[in-house]
């Protein structure tokens, strides 16, 4: 009996254990799910070939034509989005970590993780290659690029350690045609305005990572992904955090690429099986 009453005892446990480990799980999905923005609206769809399963950077080339970048393939990869195919791959480096590209006029600019540009110039046809070290490193762990056309640079995201401080995240500018960068961000993440009062960790360097940074062309105001947690960050033209968005995970795995087509439509890419690219609407809430 003294046996029968300690097992009953112990299922009784486990099954306490297990409604309450089921009930705060729900709440939290729960949490989760209400969080959604409702304000980013997937219009289309495109999925991506296995060879893009990885795809990190995206950049509007023409009408129905996007230049892709993947994290380990030295390649820029033309898709066609009336076709939902790659029609073209060009080839500038090795193996590596690839995470943004840009592109002006017939001039594409990849960049690598440890803080190197690729300027390959006439890339649809010579694709001619130089390469520029910027003074970044692996250690900051570089995967935004926008090329600004409004003030002729190339915008660069630090998604880890930013160089100047632990307690902030850098947007850096790279002057055209030199690609010197400049030692000061032209947009400084600090994370102390409210809208970050729900995700704010204790040591701030952790509290967003970016993944890719681009400019509406219409209202001047600042896109900057997250692909750790799903996320859209808005900022103003001056730089003010005004929106952050939580991304469904189900819709965006890993948001790593943003651009605008000429007409203005954002685009979005994702890593994933399969990778994805969705052209999106930002509405009210």
Known sequence: MGHNKTVILITSGLLLFAAGFLFTFKGEAERYRSGIATAVKVEQTWKLPSLLKEVSGIAFLEPGKIACVQDER????????????????????????????????????????????????????????????TFFNSKNDMEGLFYDKSKDRLLIAVKSKDPNSEDQKG??????????????????????????????????????????????????EVLILEAREPRLLILDPAGVPKKLYRLNRKLFPQPEGLTYDTSGNLYISNEGKPATIHRVTLTPN
């Open 74 to 133: 030295g390649s820029i990869f033309i898709y066609n989005l009336k076709e939902s195919n790659i029609e073209k791959e060009i080839k500038f480096a090795g193996k590596g970590d690839y995470e943004g590209i840009a592109i002006k006029e017939d001039v594409a600019y990849v960049l690598e993780s440890n803080g190197m540009i690729y300027k390959i110039s006439d890339f649809l046809k010579t694709a001619k290659v130089e390469t520029f070290q």
């Open 171 to 220: 947007i850096y500018a790279a002057q055209l045609p030199s690609l010197q960068v400049d030692e000061k961000p032209v947009f400084k993440l600090t994370f102390k305005e409210e809208i970050f009062d729900d995700i704010r960790e204790k040591d701030i360097g952790e509290t967003f990572f970016p993944s890719e940074v681009a400019i509406n062309p219409s209202s001047g």
